[in-house]
């Protein structure tokens, strides 16, 4: 089993930046493709990036070109560092481990899941 743990959060100004953290335990990350998700106010979850075990990436259209995903396998953990922040970003956002190769942008294909951090944008 894979214990995930998101951290880095916070409150931004729009145009700035946070880089989000998902720190993995458990088992070894390189094991595992990470996405990353997240959930806005009255809203659905939504796919952002992920990154596969190794190494490919793929990003919704939403975040292409501000939002970077990259992993550290020695330090078990994988960011999503946001550039260019928009209030539409604001959400709680979540990363979630497939034990699976390949590239998954749906939720169901994940197996395990952190508790997310809070990202607010204000404009």
């Known amino acids: 089993q894979v214990r995930l743990v998101e951290s880095g959060g916070g409150l931004a100004q729009a145009g700035g930046s946070l880089r989000l953290s998902c720190a993995a335990s458990g088992r070894t990350l390189s094991s595992y493709g990470v996405g990353w998700f997240r959930r806005a106010p009255g809203k659905e979850r939504e796919f952002v990036a992920t990154i596969s075990r190794t190494g490919d990436t793929f990003y919704s259209d939403s975040v292409k070109g501000r939002f970077t995903i990259s992993r550290d396998n020695a330090k078990a953990t994988v960011y999503l560092q946001m550039n260019s922040l928009k209030p539409e970003d604001t959400a709680v956002y979540y990363c979630?481990?497939?034990?699976?190769?390949?590239?998954?942008?749906?939720?169901?294909?994940?197996?395990?899941w952190g508790q997310g951090t809070q990202v607010t944008v204000s404009s």
């Open positions: 979630a481990a497939v034990g699976a190769t390949g590239i998954y942008a749906s939720s169901r294909s994940y197996d395990y």
